[in-house]
């Protein structure tokens, strides 16, 4: 057996123009207090506590991003630790200490901690890890799929604990392909099982694939426009005659434009009909919808980094980012997937969230791609695409507020 990264067929949200009789979007502080209440179960930390926190995270960004252009000939990967309390890792090549700082952001100043001592920066093991994915791969006589952890700094091959046997044991395939690639590789195994994911009939994207004439559902993430058109992203791998399922479950046609899924994409856009408001469900019955204020480049997202996803199979849910780079495993983009993934620790995937928005607070991160689960059916991990990798010209759209009437008198 081999661990197989799953296309997930989606059910996502995103919500064309309400009607005025329609429910207001959620402002960016109840976006993060929801978030926030999931924070503070997953760590038992309070409520407010968790709030300071989800708010340090997205404000930290140019603050933690200009550190890392700063150290970059040395940088061996930045994350996030939650315990014993809230700080930045950055993890470095060589011997040179550099002492600790902070940086403030909201109203905390978080500890920012230099870590001496990686043997190859981020960019070598990522070289590594492009080009040396088939040999990897013929290594092991199986499709594993790999990613960088900017914990450790090391190239991270997952492979089931059979194969890894067959090979001679983890710390042996982890010394041979370290010897290969010429940077620090960890083997992790994990019992999983290949499982193909049929579509489901029903749901909020709704169509009828004309060969067999089963209806199928997807759905989408977020809205994104082109300058002219405004459309609505979702998995390459859905069907392109495609309806939008309001919660009242009427149906809007959706035009298909195009889809993209060779190498780092797993995307298909279509166009809506009328004016839309970018806003997204980020709740497990459909009732609150977020505004879009901002969007996470891939370069700025952390291991450790606190994100949450819809999908109509399971809901809502959050967890943290786990590998950065990440490839999945098997031919699932058109051949092998080039490292542009990131993988995210669950806790809940299934068929049917394909497609769903990522998301923390109202900042967007990407569109579930995918998952592997382990052979009890429990999600492994979850992985996303990007939203940096959108087609152009399509870019994501956000939620402009109305400008405010001054009165003159």
Not at 172 to 183: E, K, N
Not at 226 to 254: E, M, N, S
Not at 346 to 351: E, L, V
Request: proline fraction near 7%.
């Amino acid at each position: 057996m081999r661990p197989l990264s799953l296309f997930l067929f989606l059910l996502a949200s995103f919500t064309l123009a309400p009607p005025a009789s329609a429910q207001i979007a959620q402002t960016r502080a109840e976006a993060l207090a929801q978030d926030a209440a999931e924070y503070a179960r997953a760590y038992g930390v309070p409520g407010p506590e968790a709030m300071r926190r989800l708010i340090a995270q997205q404000d930290s960004v140019p603050a933690i991003d200009a550190i890392a252009e700063r150290y970059r000939d040395r940088l061996a990967g930045i994350s996030v630790e939650h315990h014993p309390h809230y700080r930045f890792i950055v993890y470095l090549t060589g011997d040179r200490p550099v002492p600790s700082t902070q940086v403030l952001a909201g109203a905390m100043r978080v500890p920012v901690q230099f870590r001496t001592g990686a043997k190859a920066s981020r960019e070598r093991v990522l070289w590594a890890l492009t080009n040396h994915q088939p040999a990897i791969r013929a290594a092991l006589a199986d499709t594993p799929s790999m990613g960088i952890d900017p914990r450790t700094g090391e190239l991270v091959v997952i492979a089931a604990k059979p194969v890894v046997d067959r090979a001679g044991g983890d710390a042996a395939v982890a010394a041979r392909l370290s010897q290969l690639t010429g940077v620090p590789v960890r083997v992790r195994m994990l019992d999983l099982v290949d499982r193909n994911l049929g579509p489901q009939g029903g749901g909020r994207l709704d169509g009828t694939d004309p060969t067999s004439g089963r209806r199928y559902r997807c759905t989408s993430g977020f809205l994104v426009g082109d300058g002219t058109r405004v459309g609505i992203t979702t998995a390459a791998h859905c069907l392109d005659d495609l309806a939008y399922i309001d919660p009242a479950r009427q149906a809007t046609p959706l035009g298909f434009v195009g889809q993209w899924g060779w190498g780092y994409h797993d995307v298909q856009i279509h166009t809506v009909p009328a004016l839309a408001r970018p806003l997204f469900f980020a709740d497990t019955a459909r009732s609150l919808t977020r505004p879009v204020a901002a969007q996470r480049a891939k370069t700025s997202t952390r291991a450790g980094d606190f994100v949450c996803h819809r999908g109509e199979s399971t809901g809502y849910s959050c967890a943290e980012v786990t590998l950065l780079d990440f490839a999945p495993s098997g031919q699932l983009c058109g051949g092998y997937c080039l490292p542009t993934w990131v993988a995210v620790s669950g806790p809940t995937c299934k068929q049917g969230d394909s497609g769903g928005p990522v998301f923390s607070g109202t900042t967007a991160f990407g569109i579930v791609k995918g998952a592997t689960f382990r052979s009890d059916g429990s999600c492994a991990f979850y992985f996303y695409m990007s939203l940096d990798y959108l087609p152009t010209p399509w870019r994501l759209l956000i939620d402009t507020p109305p400008a405010k009437v001054l009165a003159i008198e």
